[in-house]
């Protein structure tokens, strides 16, 4: 059941680190908007706390 749990916690990092790097591709050089950079963070502090869980799941 752990390692299920894992398998899940890895792939959804995978999806949402996916979802930033195009994020991060789709800015502009200039004038960057706030939403545009809000999105990033959320996504970059999803990431991290998903990260957070599977150490968790790592150490049982």
């Not at 990033?40 to 869980?53: P, R, S, T, W």
């Amino acid at each position: 059941m752990a390692e299920t749990k894992r398998e899940e916690l890895l792939e959804e990092i995978q999806n949402l680190k996916e979802k930033l790097r195009d994020r991060e591709a789709a800015l502009p050089p200039h004038s960057m908007r706030p939403h545009q950079i809000q999105e990033i963070e959320e996504l970059e502090e999803e990431i991290a706390a998903l990260e957070g869980k599977l150490a968790e799941t790592i150490k049982e």
